[in-house]
C-alpha cells in the first residue's frame, strides 16, 4: 500500500507542519508503516520486578526497559506460537501486556503526585492505567475508573480483579457530568481521551480509514469538554494528566492552550522534559511530551501535565435524581464475625477498606472512596467480598484473587498440569488430598481461586466466564 494510499493526504499535511524536517518526516512515514513491537508491564501488586525477571528467565524472552516506567519492558520471543495472554504468568496477573507509550500518562501523574489518594481515571477501559495506577498507590487510597462504553465496563472489571486491584470504584458515565457531580474531589485526574488515533497506526492498519479534518475538530470539541470537566473535578493545588494516542495538535496542544486561556490564573503547565533520560527528543516548547513513533520505536502519544492552582466558578448542580444507596456499612458485630470467618480461609484485607452490605451481599470498599458514594451512581465499588447464606458466607473469586494469603496452611499447591485443568475449569485430582475441606488453590505462589475438596476431587470454582480453551502456559 502506497503512503498516499495508507494516509489522507490532509493528515499528511498535519504532521509535516508539525515535523518540517524532511528527513525526520520520511523517518515518521517510514516507521508508521512497520509493525509495532509488544511490551509488558510487571503488575507490583502481586510481583516484583525482580522477582517477575528471574520467574520468567527460563522462557528466554529478550525484556528490553522501558525509559520512563520503571515495571515496563519491550518483549520479543522466538517463539510466539503461544498468544502471551496465554502464558501462567498473565493468567494469574503477574503482568499487563501494554503498549510502551500508553505507560507514560500514569508515570508522569505520580512523578507529581505520588501520594495521591483520591484519583481519577476518567476513560478507563480496558484497565491498562488503571491497573498502573492501583499498583504505584500500593492498592491504597481510591481510585474511580470511569468508562463511557458500556460494553467496554466487563472487560475493565475484568482486568482489574485480574490484577488483584482493590482500591478502584468503577463508574459508567460521559465524562462531562464530574465536574458539576463531583467538584474539586480529586487529588491526580487522568484524562487519556477518547481521540482519533492516529499515533495506533503501526498496530491498526485501518486507524486512519475513516480519518478526516472535520472529524478530528469535532472529536477536539469532546475532548475540550472532557477536559473542562475533569478540571472542575480536580482540588486546588491537584495534578491532571491530558494524554491521547494522536498526532495532531488540534487535539493535543490546542485542547491545553484553550483551557489555560478559559482558566489563565488557575492553570499551571507542569513541563515533562526531564521526565526520564531521552524525554527531551519529545518535549514541545511548553514542556509537553508530543511522541511521534519514530523517536523511541513505539505507538505515537501525547501527554500534558497540569497543576491547579486556584478554585474557578463552579459549574451548575446536576439535575438527576440517584435515589437511595443500596449499600450500608456493616455493624461493628459484623465485621467481628465477618472477618472471623474470612480468616479461616486465609482472607485478609487493612484498613483501607471498610465493610458494606447490600441484602445478602458483603462488599469491601475502598475507604477513601466514601465521599463519593451519595453523589454518582456507581457500576461496582471495590471488591464483592462474600453472599451470606444459611450454613455461612460464599466467598467471591475476586476477593480471592485480591486477598487470599498464599503462604496460608489451607493452600494447595498445583502443579503445570493442574494449574491448566483448573483455568480450563476441570476438578482435580490431587495426589495427595489436602486434610482441609476448603483450600486457597495457588500456582506459582500466586492464588487462584477457593475450592472446595469433595471426595477424591477439588471442585472447580473458577468463574464459568473465565474458562480458557487452546494452548496455554507453554
Known sequence: MSVSERFPEEFLALM???????????????ISQQPLRRSLRVNTLKIS?????????????????????????????????LPLGSVAEHLSGLFYIQEASSMLPVS?????????????DMAAAPGSKTTQMAALMGNRGAILANEYAASRVKVLHANVTRCGVSNAALTHFDGRVFGAALPEQFDAILLDAPCSGEGVIRKDADALRNWTLESTHAIAATQRDLIDSAFHALKPGGTLIYSTC?????????????????????????????????AEQAATAEGFLHVFPQLFDSEGFFVARLRKTASVPALPAPTYK????????ASRKLRAEVEQAAAKVALQWNDQHTLWQRDKELWLFPAASEAWLSKVRFSRVGVKLAETFAKGYRWQHEAVVAFAQPDS???????EEEAEQWYRGQDIYPENLPAHDEVIVTYQDQPLGLAKKVGSRIKNSYPRERVRDGRLFR
Open 409 to 415: 496452611v489451607i493452600a494447595l499447591a498445583l502443579n
Open 108 to 120: 508522569a501523574l505520580f512523578d507529581a503526585a505520588p501520594d495521591a489518594q483520591q484519583v481519577m
Open 322 to 329: 440517584l435515589g437511595k444507596f443500596p449499600f450500608t456499612p
Open 16 to 30: 509535516h507542519a508539525s515535523l518540517p524536517d524532511e528527513a525526520e518526516f520520511q523517518r515518521f512515514l517510514a
Open 49 to 81: 520486578v525482580a522477582d517477575f525477571l528471574t520467574r520468567v528467565a527460563g522462557y528466554h524472552w529478550q525484556l528490553t526497559p522501558i525509559p520512563w516506567c520503571a515495571e515496563g519492558f519491550w518483549i520479543a520471543r522466538d517463539n510466539e506460537d
Open 246 to 278: 494522536t498526532l495532531n495538535q488540534i487535539e493535543n496542544q490546542q485542547v491545553i492552550h484553550d483551557l489555560c486561556q478559559r482558566y489563565p490564573d488557575a492553570v499551571e503547565i507542569l513541563p515533562l522534559n526531564d521526565l526520564f533520560a531521552g
